[in-house]
């Protein structure tokens, strides 16, 4: 699989962001993982990194629902930025797989919804349809 630079993991619950961080390790896809507790920070750690010229991460699994700032909120701030480099994939990581979180994300432009846990299968899948080998 190709191995992409950054991966940036929103979630406001340590255990999910560990298990996260632990699937994606297992799979050796990345060169690193940063992690943000909610959208507020992660838009932070992405400003940081546009004035210090280091491009944003090809890849943000972002949690639904977080205290400070939510995942749909999130997602409509980071595309008001301009940060260096190309936008990020963004996947939006939900329990709630209710048609109503579906459509609101796709009402807010979001193309990629998965149900938690993710899994090493859920991480090929994304890999396959956004990282393939022969890119």
Known sequence: MKKVKRILLVDDNKTTAFINQR?????????EIQV???????????LQ?????????????????M???????FFQEYNKLELKGKKAIIIMLT??????????????????VMSKPLT?????????????SDQ
């Open 23 to 31: 699937e994606i390790n297992k799979l050796d896809i990345t060169q």
């Open 36 to 46: 943000a507790e909610n959208g507020s920070t992660a838009l932070r750690y992405l």
């Open 49 to 65: 990194d546009y004035q210090n010229g280091i491009d944003s991460p090809e890849l943000i699994l972002l949690d639904h629902k």
């Open 67 to 73: 205290p400070v700032m939510d995942g749909f909120q």
């Open 95 to 112: 329990t709630s797989m209710h048609q109503q979180v579906l459509t609101e994300a796709k009402n807010h432009g979001l193309e990629e």
């Open 120 to 132: 090493q299968e859920k991480l090929k899948t994304i890999w396959s349809k956004y990282f393939p």
